[in-house]
């Protein structure tokens, strides 16, 4: 056996259980089946006037060129269904880019072709990409424009809105985010009691109760089973929170409010049952294209399948098995490891050639993904023509000491790189606490990626809400929002006022109403502004009115109120943008800006030149030259939670991997000699460290030592204050 830096011994590993076991001889089964029909470059050499680009005379797009073979082969493979297994940095894009190109120019109208990512981003780059490859002048009147492409929720709400009178639903919804649903589920709860039951043990917060019921419908799970197997300390309130999301689900309908699970789950539905629409659908889209697929949920998977049911629609999704590190979102790995189960006929392809990291670093990257337990076999390589600077892994004595080694090092390497070169990933967020405060001390300018979203803001959320009222009356979570900020009006004053409302049709005049506002100056004050904001000509004008009553109200709510004040200028630049409060609020809620960054003092804001922090699931799909993991401690990755759960621990190893493979040239792994809080004690140097082949890593001096010196056989040494 391969010698490993660390003994192996002290590590415990959890048991498989026979359902595991069956689920795992499953997936190895079809994973098998799959991997048999891998067609090469190589395999089709004989086949080659096929499979080679037959690109049209005049053709700006250079397939020979500009793409490797493999890379070659899934850009002009558009028959049937394939999966195409793309590893880290191996350039999918660029090959979903030159595979629509491809598809234009074999003759495939625009109109035919749906191309479904999990960011607009992604989606409009690709679009980009192809106008600049093909002519401007396409043959037939076709448009590059005329693709429908956009993230799973975008397509879902436009096919809604689209179809509402063949689906008999109303076009006119409000999409609920996630704050939304949780404020939803929390009056809901209030109204009918249920925090009031079992009152010897308290009712789960909004938050939790949310995530509870999404993660029962995206993953098709029972509200009972699911707490009686992961929330075992709310089995005394199982019964209520399932009758609280068949609540929620009937407040939905009642007022015609969409949240982000019923938008995908709605189309699904939909495909099911009627036939026409499901035809209709099937007709319209012939090419379908799916990125990221390892990170696609049960209703996501359902919509693709409907919509790819017949032989004659051609589907290629592109995912990478190691990569599946979102099962908290909802993602189900299995969806990509399962595919022939879907398609038994479908075409695998690899991408393998990677474009990012040199050699050492995809030696050690290709020695943690032997360590996965199942999946594709898959070896990422480099042409790369020198070999380049192994890994390291630096131990010290505490965190503070390791936060100084990190510092010390990107100092080192600073003459030959730029600020924004350099990354710290951490499992978690409060990881990296120390390595703010030493970056602080020595002037080293960062941003923390994780931070508060925009659309998170208390103050943004009170403006979208005067905004979604005055789009549907009926949004009565935008109503109680509004209405309790008000002195004198609280839950029970608003649910009066809103069912006032609501039974005047939708009219503002309770507002008016002595007997229910109390004579509120505010109350007739918000009248009068809604009444005027109603008749602004554009979406900037009207937030203009509203940000006018509002600012005054967050004035006398928070201290800080003008440095929030400066987050308004955002708002009013995002609805310059749009022509209708409809695609304001629809934008916002499945396209919401990527502002989760919080730049510190230390980084002037015009100074983009700043070291990135970062957990390691905001880092997926970034890269670094330079790329240094902190807390690699047994307990804090993997994660205390996972270690004794097979598929968590999986997906926690994936999650390593995920980070290794965003360094380009250097990367360093780091760990203080234990981590001590209220969850206990650890101080055994990560698994994912141990378990890899000593001869794909280099150990920092000091950590030489420490090995010789036994403590490498993982010692408890806990510190006398323990």
Same mark, same amino acid.
């Given at each position: ?10 590590y ?5 259980h ?23 470059p ?9 499979h ?28 049937g ?5 793309a590893?880290?940095?191996s350039?999918?894009t ?6 629509? &190109?491809y ?5 495939a109208?625009?109109?035919q072709i749906?191309l ?14 192809v106008k ?40 006119k919804f ?11 589920i929390?009056?809901i709860?209030k ?5 009031? +039951? ?11 109760l949310?995530?509870?019921?999404s993660?029962s419908?995206?993953?098709h ?7 009686a ?5 709310l &089995?005394v309130h199982?019964?209520a ?10 407040y939905?309908?009642? /007022? /015609? ?34 990125d990221?697929?390892?990170d ?5 998977k359902q919509?693709?399948d ?5 032989k ?10 190691? !990569? ?18 879907s ?9 393998e050639q ?8 995809l ?9 996965? *337990? ?19 892994f630096c ?12 510092a010390?090092?990107l ?5 030959d ?7 710290v ?9 120390? $390595?703010?405060?030493e970056f602080? !001390?020595?002037?080293?300018p ?44 609280g !839950? ?28 509120s ?6 009248? !009068? $502004? ?6 602004a000509?554009?979406?900037a004008?009207?937030?203009?009115v509203?940000?006018?009553?509002? *600012? ?7 201290d800080?109120?003008?440095?929030r004040?400066?987050d ?10 749009h ?7 629809? &934008? ?10 919080? *730049? ?12 990135t922090?970062?957990t ?11 790329v240094?993991?902190n807390?690699l ?12 759960d ?6 926690? +190893?994936?999650?390593?991997? $995920?980070?290794c ?24 140097? &990560? ?7 000593a ?17 490498g ?6 510190p006398?204050?323990?």
């Open positions: 056996m391969t010698d490993t830096v660390f003994d192996l011994a002290p415990s590993y959890p048991q498989l026979s359902d595991i076991k069956d689920k795992m001889r499953h997936l190895r089964q079809s994973i098998d089946r799959l991997e048999a029909n891998l067609i090469t190589q395999s089709l050499a004989e086949d080659a006037a096929q080679s680009p037959a690109v049209k005379t005049g053709s700006t797009a250079d397939y020979l060129n500009e793409l490797n073979p493999s890379q070659r082969l899934a850009a002009t493979t558009i028959e269904k394939a999966l195409v297994i590893g880290a940095g350039g999918k660029k090959t979903l880019t030159y595979r629509t &190109s598809l234009i120019e074999q003759g109208d625009p109109r749906l479904l990512t999990f960011t607009r981003k992604a989606a409009n780059e690709i679009k980009g990409r600049s490859l093909l002519s401007e002048d396409l043959p037939d009147g076709k448009n590059i424009n005329d693709i429908t492409s956009g993230t799973f929720h975008s397509f879902c709400n436009m096919l809604l809105r689209r179809y509402s009178n063949l689906l008999g639903i109303s076009a409000t999409i609920l985010d996630t704050g939304d649903s949780e404020d939803a929390d009056l709860s109204e009918k009691g249920y925090s009031k +039951r079992h009152s010897e043990q308290a009712f789960p917060r909004k938050a939790r949310q995530k509870i019921i993660a419908r995206n993953r799970i029972l509200i009972h089973d699911l707490i197997t992961e929330y075992p300390d &089995s199982a019964d929170i399932n009758q609280l999301a068949e609540d929620y689900h009937k939905k309908r009642a /007022h /015609h409010l969409y949240d982000f699970d019923d938008i995908i789950s709605q189309v699904v539905r939909h495909l099911k049952n009627n036939v026409q629409f499901r035809k209709i659908l099937q007709d319209t889209y012939r090419y379908v294209m799916v990221e697929y390892q696609t949920n049960i209703p996501q919509l693709i409907y919509i790819c049911q017949p004659q629609v051609s589907l290629m999704v592109v995912g990478d098995d190691n !990569q599946s590190i979102y099962a908290f979102r909802g993602a189900n790995y299995e969806n990509i490891l399962l595919f022939s189960d398609y038994p006929d479908a075409k695998l392809i690899k991408l990677n474009y990012r990291s040199t050699p050492a670093i030696d050690y990257v290709n020695a943690l993904s032997d360590q996965i *337990t199942f999946g594709y076999q898959k070896r990422l390589f480099s042409t790369l023509p020198t070999q380049g600077q192994k890994p390291q131990r010290r004595s505490d965190e503070a000491a390791e936060a100084k080694y990190i010390d090092k100092i080192e390497l600073k003459p790189h730029d600020y924004n070169d350099f990354a990933l951490g499992r978690t967020s409060f990881q990296s606490s120390h $390595v703010q405060l602080i !001390q020595r002037g080293i960062f941003i923390v990626v994780g931070g508060i979203k925009f659309l998170e803001k208390r103050h943004i959320k009170d403006v979208l809400a005067l905004v979604k009222i005055l789009h549907n009356p009926n949004d009565t979570i935008a109503w109680h929002r509004i209405l309790t900020l008000f002195k004198g009006v !839950q029970v004053t608003a649910t009066k006022l809103t069912q006032a409302i609501l039974q005047q049709n939708s009219s503002l005049q309770p507002l008016l109403d002595p007997k229910l506002n109390k004579k100056e505010q109350l007739i004050e918000l009248y !009068q $502004v809604l009444t005027k904001a109603e008749q000509d554009t979406v004008e009207m937030i203009d509203l940000l006018d009553f509002y *600012t005054p109200v967050l004035q006398a709510l928070e800080n109120w003008r440095e004040a400066e308004f200028r955002v708002l009013k630049n995002l609805a310059q943008e022509s209708s409060i409809e695609r304001f609020l629809e &934008s916002l809620a499945l396209d919401p800006p990527n502002d989760s960054v919080a *730049t510190f003092d230390n980084t002037a804001p015009e100074d983009k030149d700043a070291v922090i970062s390691i699931h905001s880092a997926k799909g970034l890269e670094w030259p330079v240094f993991i807390a401690i047994d307990g804090m990755m993997p994660h205390r939670h996972s270690i004794d097979f598929e968590a621990l999986e997906e926690e +190893r994936k999650l390593f991997y $995920v980070a493979s965003r360094a380009k040239t250097h990367l360093y792994l780091t760990a203080p000699h234990y981590f001590a809080s209220f969850a206990g004690y650890f101080d055994k140097v &990560s698994r994912f460290i141990s378990e890899v082949p001869d794909t890593i280099e150990l920092a001096s000091q950590t030489q030592q420490q090995v010789k010196d036994g403590y056989k993982q010692k408890e040494q806990k006398d204050w323990w």
